[in-house]
Nanobody
Framework: QVQLVESGGGLVQAGGSLRLCCAA????????????MAWFRQAPGKEREFVAG????????FYADSVKYRFSISRDNAKNTVYLQMTSLTPEDTAVYYC?????????????????WGQGAQVTVSS
């Protein structure tokens, strides 16, 4: 079982920035060397959607078109933490953001491909 804990959500004005963190307490880098990590988000009344993903082993990334060039996903091997740096935020980015992990090399955009999830972090962008 992999436990994921998100932090860093909050309220920000349009055009602002936030950084989300996803930690895996008690886990080491070797655990995630064959994992793919991702961030999803879910706005009220909408389906959960893929935001960004990263392959832990080599750091390769993939982004949804809606956040490309505004959001950046990265990982810190020493801290076993994945980050989502969000810039140029708009009210349309308001959602609960979830960290997810899956065993395997590939990044998938479907939530069903991920076995492990965090509890979610609320991000609210005011206009």
């Amino acid at each position: 079982q992999v436990q994921l804990v998100e932090s860093g959500g909050g309220l920000v004005q349009a055009g602002g920035s936030l950084r989300l963190c996803c930690a895996a307490p008690g886990r080491t880098f070797s655990t995630f060397s064959t994992y793919a990590m991702a961030w999803f988000r879910q706005a009220p009344g909408k389906e959960r959607e893929f935001v960004a993903g990263i392959r832990w082993s080599d750091g390769s990334t993939f982004y949804a078109d809606s956040v490309k060039y505004r959001f950046s996903i990265s990982r810190d091997n020493a801290k076993n933490t994945v980050y989502l740096q969000m810039t140029s935020l708009t009210p349309e980015d308001t959602a609960v953001y979830y960290c997810a992990a899956r065993g395997g090399w590939d990044i998938f955009t479907s939530p069903g491909e991920y076995a492990y999830w965090g509890q979610g972090a609320q991000v609210t962008v005011s206009s």
